[in-house]
């Protein structure tokens, strides 16, 4: 199977651990996303990658947040001092740079904060 | 501020009939739209997408329909079969496509045999 996977699939923590996700897009794949979707809601943009480098940040992306490509490939999202406002689902999605197509996006991180 | 509205929280249609999902958005830089299904606890699968230089694109059972000068869409599924139930997400980026998307609030779909 090709397409975008995210690990974990489910993520429960305690108010104020830090939590780190994983996303492998489709191989080739230059753009890579992030957005989160809470209940009733759609997905919200989060940032993206162009290769290795971080081209854009939404204004949800508070100082807790961090994300990473380090090698245009994989990308980690981590969230530090999580608060219960951070449960949603944590979508991660490719695209190919040439593109004017789809985003293709994984099966999602669900994180729950007790 | 929601630039893209879809106003009909849930829909029911009857098996073999047309669905019809309705979407604004308020942006005029938008220029490439996006159709996407959502079972749950799954990622959003890719549908139909327009460019706004068409007003119609076709894929099988699915359709979307795009009026710019009333910056409206709509996504047309004919027959409508059981395994559509699910929720549908109108998505729209500027800069035609592979911009980050900005989504609607989605449409859940059900459609009884």
């Known amino acids: 199977d090709t397409g975008v996977s995210q690990d974990p699939r489910h993520k429960i923590t305690k108010r104020g651990q830090n939590v780190t996700f994983r996303c492998d897009p489709i191989?080739?794949?230059?753009?890579l996303y992030w957005y989160r979707q809470t209940l009733g809601q759609g997905p919200e943009f989060l940032t993206y990658f162009q290769n290795e480098a971080q081209l854009e940040k939404s204004r949800l992306l508070s100082d807790r947040f961090s994300a990473e490509r380090p090698k245009g490939s994989f990308s980690t999202l981590e969230i530090q001092r999580t608060e219960q406002g951070d449960s949603a689902m944590y979508l991660c999605?490719?695209?190919?740079?040439?593109?004017?197509?789809?985003?293709?996006f994984g099966p999602g991180t669900r994180l729950t904060v007790l | 501020d929601q630039q893209v509205k879809q106003n009909s929280p849930s829909l029911s249609v009857q098996e073999g009939r047309i669905s019809i999902l309705n979407c604004d958005y308020t942006n005029s830089m938008f220029d490439y739209f996006l159709w996407y299904k959502k079972y749950p606890a799954e990622g959003p699968t890719f549908l139909i997408s327009?460019?706004?230089?068409?007003d119609k694109n076709e894929d099988g059972r699915f359709t979307v329909f795009l009026n710019k000068s009333a910056k409206h869409l709509s996504l047309h599924i004919v027959p409508s079969q059981p395994g559509d139930s699910a929720v549908y997400f109108c998505a729209a980026s500027g800069y035609s496509g592979n911009t980050p998307l900005v989504f609607g609030k989605g449409t859940r779909l059900s459609v009884i045999a």
């Open positions: 191989s080739e794949h230059n753009r």
């Open positions: 999605a490719s695209s190919p740079e040439e593109s004017t197509d789809t985003q293709y």
């Open positions: 327009i460019s706004s230089i068409k």
